[in-house]
């Protein structure tokens, strides 16, 4: 995999978020030329060639990992789940530092499992160096208090499109604005990057721009008539100082 940096995103900077994968380079190429920064990832369908397709486009990438509703009752999920995240984080050299977040939607726990399942998920992700973030979709059973307080070191929240809560104190710092639409034969959603109330930004992954200094420029040649005339002059110069020397030293002599 190819070098990257982490990073944070510009602040209204326009994202697409897309459960599929396999999509070819040219595919990527289109995105920035539609006023697109980056792409979220998922970590069940993308894989090296979505990344290296979405790098070398100059596309930032960010992760989540898409939901499963048979998998919310299951608190052992929790964990197994966010392995799976951070080992496909790993395989694309995913930075430390940069942020997972859980699609979390179609949940109908109650909200004491749901905030225990979220908790045992970022535990995983937080414990391998990454931050754990969260999609707030519908329906899930978390309040804005509940989202802010319950969930433990949570720093990166993502609105749906859905009607959902505001978070208590953090807000969002990921605003999804349209969904299903149909770019280039591939369905998105489009997003869009804010900082929240507390100034927090997500961060990911991408290309490190290389900076070429420009070559020197080769002094100009004279013309070679102009540096006879200005050898010719030094010359001249010189005599009429040999001149001035021989004349002080005579006088120095018969003083």
Known sequence: ?????????????K?????????????YDSLPQAGFDGVFLDTYSANNADVVGALQAGL???????????????????????QQAVSFAESISY???GTIF????????????????????????????????????????LSGEQLYSLLVGM????????????????????????SNVMLNGVFIDIDRIQMDNLGGLPHGMILPKVVTKPEPKPSPVSDVSALKTQIADLEAKNKSLQSILTAIQRDLKGA
Request: charged letters at 15%; one cysteine or more; glycine letters at 12%.
């Open 95 to 97: 930075p430390k530092g």
């Open 155 to 178: 720093m990166h929240y993502w609105k749906s499109e859905s009607t959902v809560p505001m978070v208590t104190r953090r807000g969002y710092q990921v605003i999804q604005e349209d």
């Open 1 to 13: 995999m190819v070098a990257t940096i982490l990073y944070a995103p510009k602040v209204g900077g």
């Open 15 to 27: 994202w697409a978020d897309f459960g599929s994968g396999g999509h070819p380079s040219s595919w």
């Open 60 to 82: 930032g990438i960010m992760l989540f990992q898409g939901y499963d509703i048979t998998a919310w009752p299951v608190l052992a999920q929790a964990s197994i789940r966010a």
């Open 102 to 141: 859980l699609d979390f939607e179609s949940c109908t726990v109650s909200y004491t499992e749901a905030a225990a399942w979220i908790n045992s998920w970022a535990k995983v992700v937080a414990g391998s160096g990454y931050f754990p973030g969260i999609y707030v979709g519908a329906p899930e059973p």
